[in-house]
């Protein structure tokens, strides 16, 4: 079945200047870019016969280092914002949650709020994704006050008057909706959704504790009262609801997560909110909730006014690995026999990208469910089947062998043989084992948070991906400390108390550490950038994304890819802009062939998705650059802003 997207793929493309700004500016007013995330800037005066010209017009610095320094938060600190871009001001967050607005054209502070989040709190990660701003273009009054809408760490929902950075007193109690009453100690990462008068948001929440966690609801918020609207639990609790069945088990009523913590897109025309959810607690273990636990790990369609579930489709059934759908959905349209088609792109941590119809969830390419291994541990039950789209085939390795070892020198292939011979793997979907499994891709592989780019003129989704492999094993509760003293690798892997549970979790990656940064255990290249035809769902073009070793020393880390985290921006003149990458490297590429065009060397590191404007005719890439605590990039707390010299 040949898919055409339409040239014509999106009103917001070539929207009136209510859109986009007054006269000469193109603005960027959601995360991704437009309400259903493409992530694509309709400006064409950066070019790929120009982008050499390219130069830092501005930087400005948030002071977080600071931060990170009086409350010991750099380990999990990540600068993963993407601004905003309304009426000639960037609004953007901070690891700390802290909301700055900056002159679009000259990078000048006009204001700061801080929510005050306590950093030395007990959370999984430091970050926010960025802040939504309303009113859209979705509403027609003109005379309403703006506002910034800002979603914390710490599960309060604040309104910000954009004009002085004050919190709206009439919104919530002074300005603030408790998002953790009622539910838990949640935490939001990612900006909330807006569509109309009606802001949504999910949650956030630590994996692998505990079986008992927080409820994943997802919830909407009155945009000017904070009055709640409705909530929706994507774990199924009513009777009635047909997807009750897929629970089974004593303790799956205790069961929890399947949040949403990743961003939502909305279509105001249709009334539709488009939410990623997650997998259920805990994350590796599954036999207190057998089943194929829907609407966990589901791309869930909702109507946006009522919370009424419209359909789903499950990326994942059972999930024992934790993939999360961790990509915001990508709102396009497709032409499918003479008829335009509106669509929802999804990609996974898989490597799956599935092409959906938006109003109905089905699969506009084939699917199928095909057998996957059982799984051998007590008690637990996989699901004995797995959806595997035809097209587009997988992006990344769908498993590891011996074959795969890797390393720089015999003596580092060598041990890497050894360690991949001594686990357990069938291929894709092997489930976690006491012997320890070989997952690939894994819970950090495939498409994650930086989601995807299309660029409607040339029909190409773009994506960068990691092609990283996870060690997986669970230990009898009791077993744990004997196995700890048997086996010093353990003492150095994660740990998932995983509590409720027979089994605690231990988990690694097929890399070792030393001072000289990572040693990668597994053919390159690491992380990749990759084109699809969506006319045909094939791939176009693929190449290595950053590197991970010294080019001096070997010169051709530059082949071999690095792990990447922070996502994609396309450009109508036909230019892909990405960092993400380790080595702190921000890069232009040709979005037609994939060959690089230009790179600069950010001050830190760029694990963040850019985007662009246009300002008093003058168009900028603006990207934050503050490094990721967890992963080792370089730290910091710049946003670089690039136009023509």
């Given amino acids: 079945m040949k898919l055409i997207v339409c040239l014509f793929i999106s009103l917001f493309l070539t929207a009136p200047d209510a859109v986009f700004g007054q006269g000469n500016d193109r603005e960027w007013p959601a995360y991704g870019g437009d309400p259903g995330g493409m992530r694509h800037a309709a400006l064409s005066q950066i070019s790929p016969e120009n982008v050499n010209r390219l130069k830092v017009a501005w930087t400005y610095r948030t002071g977080e280092l600071e931060y990170y320094r009086n409350n010991d938060a750099?380990?999990?600190?990540?600068?993963?914002?993407t601004p905003l871009m309304v009426e000639g001001v960037l609004y953007l967050s901070t690891p700390s949650n802290r909301v700055i607005a900056l002159d679009a054209a000259t990078g000048a502070e006009k204001w700061t709020f801080d929510p005050g989040v306590n950093l030395q709190a007990d959370?999984?990660?430091?970050?926010?994704?960025?802040?939504?701003?309303?009113?859209?273009?979705?509403?027609?009054?003109?005379d309403l006050e703006r506002r910034i809408y800002l979603a914390t760490i710490d599960g309060r929902l604040i309104a910000i008057s954009a004009a002085t950075g004050k919190p709206i007193s009439e919104f919530g109690k002074n300005g603030t909706v408790d998002l953790r009453k009622g539910i838990g100690p949640i935490s939001v990462t990612s900006p909330p959704a807006i569509i109309g008068n009606t802001l949504i948001t999910g949650s956030s929440?630590?994996?692998?504790?505990?079986?008992?966690?927080?409820?994943?609801?997802?919830?909407?918020?009155?945009?000017?009262?904070?009055?709640?609207?409705?909530?929706?639990?994507?774990?199924?609790?009513k009777t009635g609801d047909p997807a009750k069945a897929t629970w089974k088990g004593k303790k799956a009523a205790q069961t929890g997560a399947a949040n949403a913590w990743s961003i939502l897109s909305v279509d105001p025309d249709r009334d539709l909110v488009f939410i990623p959810t997650t997998s259920p607690s805990p994350d590796y273990y599954g036999g207190e909730r057998i089943g194929k636990n829907e609407y966990a790990n589901s791309i869930v369609a909702l109507r946006a006014s009522t919370g009424e579930l419209v359909w789903h489709f499950q990326t994942v059934h059972h999930d024992l690995w934790d993939y999360d759908n961790a990509a915001q959905p990508a709102l396009l349209s497709v032409e499918q026999d003479g008829v335009e088609v509106p669509a929802v792109a999804v990609g996974t941590k898989m490597g799956h990208i599935f092409l959906l119809h938006r109003e109905t969830g089905k699969s506009l390419f084939p699917?199928?469910?095909?057998?996957?291994?059982?799984?051998k541990v007590p008690g637990e039950q996989a699901y004995p089947t797995q959806p595997f789209p035809v097209l587009p085939l997988p992006v990344g390795p769908q498993g590891i062998g011996i074959a795969d070892a890797w390393g720089v020198t015999e003596a580092e292939r060598k041990r890497a043989e050894e360690r991949i011979a001594s686990l357990y793997s069938e291929g894709p979907f092997s489930p976690p084992s006491l012997q320890g499994t070989m997952v690939a891709p894994s819970n950090a592989g495939g498409v994650h948070w930086g989601g995807v780019s299309y660029d409607p003129q040339r029909h190409l989704l773009i994506t960068n991906i990691n092609r990283l492999a996870a060690v997986i094993r669970l230990i009898p509760r009791e077993k744990l400390k004997e196995e700890?003293?048997?086996?010093?690798?353990?003492?150095?892997?994660?740990?998932?108390?995983?509590?409720?549970?027979?089994?605690?979790?231990?988990?690694?990656?097929?890399?070792?550490?030393?001072?000289?940064?990572l040693k990668m255990q597994t053919k390159p290249p690491?992380?990749?950038?990759?084109?699809?035809?969506?006319?045909?769902?094939?791939?176009?073009?693929?190449?290595?994304?950053?590197?991970?070793?010294?080019?001096?020393?070997?010169?051709?880390?530059?082949?071999?890819?690095?792990?990447?985290?922070?996502?994609?921006?396309?450009?109508?003149?036909?230019?892909?802009f990405v960092a993400a990458s380790l080595d702190g490297f921000f890069r232009a590429?040709?979005?037609?062939?994939?060959?690089?065009l230009w790179q600069h060397q950010l001050p830190a590191g760029g694990q963040a998705t850019p985007m662009s404007y246009q300002m008093a005719g003058k168009q900028y890439v603006v990207i934050s650059a503050g490094g990721h605590g967890k992963l080792g990039s370089r730290l910091g707390d710049y946003v670089v802003a690039y136009a023509l010299e």
């Fill in 589 to 596: 590429f040709d979005t037609e062939t994939g060959e690089l």
């Fill in 123 to 142: 959370y999984s990660e430091i970050t926010s994704r960025g802040v939504s701003t309303w009113p859209g273009p979705d509403v027609t009054r003109k």
């Fill in 74 to 81: 750099a380990e999990k600190a990540a600068f993963e914002a």
């Fill in 367 to 375: 699917v199928e469910e095909r057998p996957v291994p059982a799984s």
């Fill in 205 to 237: 929440m630590g994996d692998n504790q505990r079986l008992d966690y927080e409820r994943g609801v997802v919830r909407a918020f009155d945009v000017l009262t904070g009055e709640l609207k409705w909530s929706w639990d994507p774990i199924p609790r």
């Fill in 484 to 517: 700890e003293n048997k086996n010093e690798a353990l003492l150095r892997a994660e740990t998932g108390l995983q509590e409720g549970t027979p089994y605690v979790l231990k988990r690694d990656y097929l890399f070792t550490r030393n001072e000289q940064g």
């Fill in 526 to 576: 690491w992380g990749t950038l990759l084109a699809i035809d969506m006319n045909s769902g094939k791939l176009k073009w693929e190449v290595p994304l950053g590197f991970m070793y010294d080019p001096e020393t070997y010169p051709d880390a530059v082949n071999w890819g690095s792990i990447n985290f922070g996502g994609a921006l396309t450009t109508a003149s036909g230019l892909t």
